[in-house]
């Protein structure tokens, strides 16, 4: 599990990354940075974590609290922001083209996906999901429900290791052990 969120973060074998396929092969709507689309972007690996990791829907949480789960706004887009602060993008599987494309491949069919930090991004909260009505920002953070207290903000790059440990923790009751 820990892998599947932040394999190139955890060990420097390069043979483990293929587990990021788990969070890097979603939806991606390749050289579209208009806010709408990287915020749909951002719920659909919140909500293959919700569902995949935690057995929670979490993405709904994009637009309001939910009426009977303890999942407020705050939390989702502070699980959004750690994907905000994640790059993806398809590395040429031959080095030649490569350096000739400038590091982005053309063909998705003779690529090969690669996840990796980028700047950390704690996002606003979007006030029904609308993009351009922002109200407070929310720090990278795991689910409050899952966590004793006040959970503490992520601070290591996007907060990926930090929520694969948060998921993956003992005191989590939600994963299987």
Excluded at 91 to 102: I, V
Excluded at 136 to 152: H, I
Aim: charged share 30%; aromatic share 6%.
């Amino acid at each position: 599990m820990r892998l599947q969120l932040a394999a190139d973060l955890i060990d420097d074998d390069p043979a483990n990354d293929v587990a990021l396929g788990f969070i890097g092969l979603g939806p991606k709507y390749y050289r579209r940075n208009a806010p709408e689309v990287m915020a749909d972007e951002w719920e659909d690996r919140v909500d293959t974590v919700g569902r995949g990791l935690l057995g929670l829907t979490v993405a709904c949480a994009r637009c309001h609290d939910h009426k009977y789960d303890p999942i407020p706004t705050e939390d989702y887009y502070a699980l959004a922001g750690v994907f905000a602060g994640t790059q993806m993008f398809n590395r040429p599987m031959d080095a030649e083209r490569e350096t000739k494309n400038g590091g982005e491949a053309k063909n998705p069919d003779e690529s090969f996906h690669v996840v990796r930090d980028d700047k950390p991004t704690d996002l606003a909260v979007m006030i029904r999901g609308d993009v351009n009505n922002r109200g407070p920002v929310v720090p990278r953070r795991f689910l409050q429900v899952l966590c004793d207290g006040e959970p503490t903000p992520f601070q290591d790059g996007s907060g990926r290791r930090e929520l694969a440990e948060s998921i993956a923790s003992s005191d989590n009751p939600l994963t299987a052990r």
